[in-house]
Nanobody, 124 residues
Framework: QVRLVESGGGSVQAGGSLRLSCTAPGNLYCVAWFRQIRGKEREGVASIDINLDETTGYADSVKGRFTISRDSGKDSVYLQMNNLKPDDTAIYFC???????????????????WGQGTQVTVSS
């Protein structure tokens, strides 16, 4: 089992920025960020193919505002979040597949390993 650890959550006003970090060691394939609002289903936000060509994918709701990237030297994946909106308020999770490249639509069943989550709160 891969141990994923998120950090970087916090509170910010609308229009502000935060950067989330995920320590993701090992020979990973697809790493993604998901978020979950209480009472709602977990939704995919962004993904990156670690073991291919670092192709990235984004949910429509965050395109142009969020950027996913990796630092192979630090075994880390980041989510830079700019122009944050109150609707972005959620717990954000880092997740990784095992031997499977990223697929469109962020299918939850593809992701075997999950972090504990980090809270992001955006106030208006």
């Amino acid at each position: 089992q891969v141990r994923l650890v998120e950090s970087g959550g916090g509170s910010v006003q609308a229009g502000g920025s935060l950067r989330l970090s995920c320590t993701a060691p090992g020979n990973l394939y697809c790493v993604a960020w998901f978020r979950q609002i209480r009472g709602k289903e977990r939704e995919g936000v962004a993904s990156i193919d670690i073991n291919l060509d670092e192709t990235t994918g984004y949910a429509d709701s965050v395109k142009g505002r969020f950027t996913i990237s990796r630092d192979s030297g630090k075994d880390s994946v980041y989510l830079q979040m700019n122009n944050l909106k109150p609707d972005d308020t959620a717990i954000y999770f880092c997740a990784a597949t095992r031997g499977r490249f990223c697929r469109g639509g962020f299918p939850l069943g593809d992701f075997a390993d999950w972090g504990q989550g980090t809270q992001v709160t955006v106030s208006s």
